[in-house]
């Protein structure tokens, strides 16, 4: 005999058109729901034969849906001012509210990550899954699976193959160092700490790909730190001595400070030298030249993320692990074409 397939709140959604948090609430008669549609919903998952489980920690494949998704952000990404995680965690919500999920906003601590800390919102059931935004340690991620199964990477990656989506680095900055290249430079230095984040290092990557294609000379050791290793940013400190005709910049809060150091040592930009950026996105209100740069809609990230997370929240088909977003160079004011 074949063995029946377990009912799950995707289920009884499907049937009446409706979301699997409306469902989970009306099923646990919280607020929210009107009292025909609960009634309805009852009686369909009572014909349908749910049953609803308990487990020890949160997962939404059992038990009762909150209806909100936590945001995990590491402290270290989070300024006072604007940041550019905050600009992208604002996407990220509005796109939630879209698909009739709230989000909850929690900072991880230098302390907690290095203790392994299970998020508060995890520990007191406040959310049905994780977008964690911004790269933590491997150990940190591996502690959380351990215990916790529902999340998902935003914005980094690593060695184990978890769900996650990130921007197509790697691509994007191979475009905009080809173009760079195009404009007749062939003395380029890379600005960022490649050991800080995956990003920065697929920047640097593809950024090394135009180099070696163009028979042009660059290694690891010419790449211009803009962080410690704990991600904080620090002074950048430019070759005076042998100065490129163009620095590319892992984004453009760096690309900001770079023509800052160069405006303060008599370099113009770009009659001078040429600066690019990444993210088309700055807190730094005092560019006075439009920096060439990478965009990568934050759109198309947002609603990628949290599409994959949902489906796995709801048991739906999805692709396990790496998601890609593409990008496109902009051309602006800040690269100049020399002979």
């Given at each position: ?96 509210l879209k698909k009739n999920y709230y989000s909850v906003l929690e900072l991880l601590s230098d302390e907690d990550e290095k203790n392994l800390t299970l998020p508060r919102i995890i520990q007191d ?65 890379f600005v960022g700490n490649i050991n800080a984040t995956s990003s920065i290092c697929d920047r640097f990557m593809g950024f090394q790909k135009a180099m070696i294609e163009n028979n042009l000379c ?78 990568i809609n934050p759109e198309d990230t947002a609603k990628t993320a949290t599409d994959l997370l949902i489906k796995k929240l709801n048991g739906e088909p999805y692709i396990k692990g790496r998601h ?16």
């Amino acid at each position: 005999m074949e063995q029946r397939k377990e009912v799950r709140l995707i289920d009884i959604a499907k049937k009446l058109g409706i979301s699997t948090v409306t469902v989970s609430k009306a099923l646990s008669n919280k607020e929210g729901v009107g009292d025909d549609l609960r009634i309805k919903i009852k009686q369909l998952a009572e014909e349908m034969g749910y049953k609803v489980k308990s487990t020890n920690l949160p997962n939404t494949k059992n038990g009762t849906l909150t209806g909100n998704i936590g945001i995990l952000i590491p402290n270290k990404f989070f300024s006072q001012g604007m940041s550019f995680y905050w600009y992208v965690f604002n996407n990220v919500s509005t796109e939630l509210l879209k698909k009739n999920y709230y989000s909850v906003l929690e900072l991880l601590s230098d302390e907690d990550e290095k203790n392994l800390t299970l998020p508060r919102i995890i520990q007191d059931s406040k959310v049905d899954g994780l977008i964690i935004l911004g790269q933590i340690s491997p150990a940190y991620i591996e502690s959380l699976n351990s215990r916790y199964e529902n999340f998902i990477l935003l914005d980094f990656y690593n060695q184990t193959n978890y769900d996650c989506v990130a921007n197509d680095d790697y691509y994007c900055s191979y475009l905009l160092t080809n173009y760079v290249i195009s404009q007749g430079h062939k003395k380029l230095r890379f600005v960022g700490n490649i050991n800080a984040t995956s990003s920065i290092c697929d920047r640097f990557m593809g950024f090394q790909k135009a180099m070696i294609e163009n028979n042009l000379c660059s290694d690891f050791s010419q790449a211009i730190s803009d962080r410690n290793e704990q991600g904080k940013t620090i002074p950048i400190e430019l070759p005076l001595a042998d100065m490129p005709t163009a620095f590319i910049c892992n984004n453009d809060d760096t690309a900001a400070m770079v023509i800052e150091k160069l405006n303060a040592n008599g370099y113009k930009v770009p009659e001078d030298i040429s600066v690019t950026g990444f993210d088309n996105f700055s807190t730094n209100n005092s560019l006075k030249v439009p920096l060439t740069t990478v965009w990568i809609n934050p759109e198309d990230t947002a609603k990628t993320a949290t599409d994959l997370l949902i489906k796995k929240l709801n048991g739906e088909p999805y692709i396990k692990g790496r998601h890609i977003v593409g990008g496109t160079v902009i051309i602006r004011d800040s690269v100049k074409k020399i002979d």
